[in-house]
């Protein structure tokens, strides 16, 4: 019961992808092909909503729902690791036509192609965590 919550912001987090169409491929591949505005808006106004989200937190100093401070820290750049991610999730992203949240809402929804991408994301992640400590951070 204590992860209900979770669960129901998780379940409309699905229902806005499925109703904004941003788990479409084909608005996927729209947006790769310059072909619409349609996902850059919707990435333009979560970009929008995080920012206005921090800035409150910081200027009333919100408070988690423990009650503890929430404390906003700066990491540093990594231009390379940035870079080298920023290829790999856009070249996956792009030859898979979706990113990892409607991959959960795909498997959700019974398909079968995105169940198999799903479980090659998270062996991509498992590899990543494995060879983590080798890496030049």
């Known amino acids: 019961m204590r992860f209900i919550k979770f669960l129901l912001i998780g379940f409309l987090f699905g229902v806005a992808l499925i109703k904004s169409e941003a788990m479409s491929w ?3 591949q729209e947006m790769f092909r310059f072909q619409s ?3 850059y808006g919707i990435f333009g106004s979560a970009v ?3 920012g206005l989200t921090v800035f409150l937190i910081k200027k009333y100093k919100v408070k988690s729902f423990q009650n503890e401070e929430i404390i906003l820290t700066s990491k540093p750049l990594n231009k ?3 870079v080298l991610g920023g290829l790999s999730f ?3 992203w ?3 036509g979706c990113c990892v949240a409607p991959l959960f809402v795909l498997t959700g929804f019974g398909s079968l192609a ?3 991408m799903l479980l090659s994301a998270i062996g991509g992640v498992w590899f990543y965590g494995s060879i983590r400590e080798r890496l030049p951070h």
């Open 26 to 28: 084909f608005r996927i």
């Open 37 to 39: 505005i349609h996902m």
């Open 48 to 50: 929008a909503v995080g």
């Open 80 to 82: 390379v690791g940035n």
């Open 90 to 92: 856009g070249f996956g």
């Open 94 to 96: 792009a030859l898979t």
């Open 114 to 116: 995105a169940a198999i």
